[in-house]
C-alpha cells in the first residue's frame, strides 16, 4: 500500500488508487491516463462503473494501493 498524494504527476496509468475529495464521491479504480503537467488524472472505476476525470482544482486526495 502506498500513501496518498496531493500530486497527480506521481501517479501513472496502470495505477491502482482511491480517490476522495471533500463531500464528494469516492472513486476507486485503476488509472487510465495522467496529464503530463499532473493537471488531469483519469480513472477506471472499479466494476464497470465508467470513467472518471478528476482536475487538481478538486482538491482531490489520491491514494496508491
Known amino acids: 500500500m502506498g500513501?496518498?498524494?496531493d500530486d497527480f504527476t506521481q501517479v501513472v496509468a496502470g495505477d491502482t488508487v482511491?480517490?476522495?475529495a471533500p463531500g464528494r464521491l469516492m472513486?476507486?479504480?485503476i488509472v487510465d491516463a495522467v496529464a503530463p503537467d499532473g493537471s488531469v488524472l483519469w480513472v477506471m472505476e472499479?466494476?464497470?462503473?465508467?470513467?472518471?476525470?478528476?482536475?487538481?482544482t478538486d482538491i482531490a486526495h489520491v491514494e496508491l494501493h
Open 27 to 29: 472513486v476507486t479504480g
Open 3 to 5: 500513501g496518498r498524494n
Open 46 to 56: 472499479d466494476g464497470g462503473q465508467g470513467r472518471h476525470m478528476v482536475h487538481r
Open 18 to 20: 482511491t480517490v476522495t
